[in-house]
């Protein structure tokens, strides 16, 4: 980590403190506050093989302003800890990203209280413990590095991390709608800074499989929409799977037929068990086998057909009464 993280030798000027007077019911003095800088993402590809295009980076550092900072993404109120008050877009002179573009970083200004409860945080930042970053954001695109088809839109055979014709497959984000909250972390995603991403088609941004990873991480909580979409989800995935089993049973009816009619001397008692503990993969791959052997076996043949084989002896035998 030797980017993306919060910045020691920051001193604020006096245009700092009067756009943190914007945020405050009340003028605080600098003594009162603690001010420091970090970046928090970039454009540069990740250990999820994943980037922020610079169009999501320009639509990320208007979002961000104002934006608090937490503890882990903990959504409770007293993790509360800090709040952006401004942001920039940097570009590092000849540094480039894993894909070669020039490297930019937003970076922000953020504020804390100083009191007992933030004071070993402070400590932390200080000291240099605490300095990894991570970022809540919500972008609708996902566009694949290979074909460029939006994968929040399109499917794409293409797998992120793979390598395809001497190309490297990830995925650029675009299209950001919203930014939630950066927070200070342990292992962000990002190899220089960290981000935690959520993206989806849907308009209200949420994306199935991030509120997994959250929920996966332990102790972080959900929003209320999270957890409607959640509930939602839930009940969209019992109906499938009724009817998936359905289709199970109706599936495994028609091979154990199939079986007795193309295997008459197999015990179809035995065959029954053995489909009841197939997967569906399993089940429609013998169901293909037998019908295609049927299909061999009813196939109409000529009269005519079989002389070529029989030879000259064989001669209109098939007219033969």
Do not use: W
């Not at 065959?271 to 997967?279: C, S």
Request: charged share 35%; proline share 2%; aromatic share 8%.
């Amino acid at each position: 980590m030797t980017d993306l993280f919060t910045v020691k030798a920051y001193t604020p000027d006096e245009g700092d403190y009067e756009k943190i007077n914007e945020f405050t019911r009340r003028e605080f003095s600098k003594d009162e506050l603690y001010v420091f800088e970090a970046t928090l993402c970039d454009n540069d590809i990740d250990r999820d093989f994943e980037k922020f295009s610079l169009n999501a980076l320009g639509s990320l550092q208007k979002l961000f302003i104002g934006k608090t900072g937490i503890k882990n993404h903990s959504m409770r109120a007293e993790d509360q800890t800090a709040r952006i008050f401004d942001t920039r877009l940097e570009k590092i002179k000849g540094k480039k990203t894993a894909d070669g573009e020039d490297y930019v970083a937003l970076k922000a200004k953020a504020y804390m209280v100083r009191t007992p409860e933030n004071e070993s945080l402070i400590n932390d930042i200080d000291a240099g413990i605490k300095k990894e970053v991570s970022v809540s954001c919500s972008a609708k695109s996902k566009i694949c590095s290979v074909c460029g088809a939006d994968k929040s839109a399109a499917y794409c055979e293409h797998r992120a991390g793979e390598t395809y014709g001497g190309k490297l497959c990830y995925t650029i984000l675009d299209d950001v709608s919203d930014a939630y909250e950066f927070s200070f972390v342990a292992v962000p995603a990002q190899r220089n800074a960290g981000v935690e991403k959520a993206f989806n088609k849907e308009k209200d941004g949420i994306m199935t499989e991030d509120i997994f990873k959250k929920l996966k991480s332990g102790g972080t909580a959900v929003s209320d929409t999270e957890a409607a979409y959640i509930v939602k989800f839930t009940d969209e995935l019992k109906d499938d799977a009724a009817l998936g089993r359905e289709y199970r049973k109706t599936l495994i009816k028609d091979l154990v037929k199939l079986c007795s009619k193309e295997l008459p001397k197999l015990d179809i008692e035995v065959f029954k068990r053995l489909a009841d503990i197939m997967t569906a993969k399993e089940l429609v791959s013998f169901k293909e086998a037998f019908e295609k052997q049927r299909a061999q076996r009813e196939k109409p043949s000529p009269q005519l057909a079989k002389q070529k084989e029989q030879g000259i002896k064989g001669v209109l035998s098939e007219f033969r009464i």
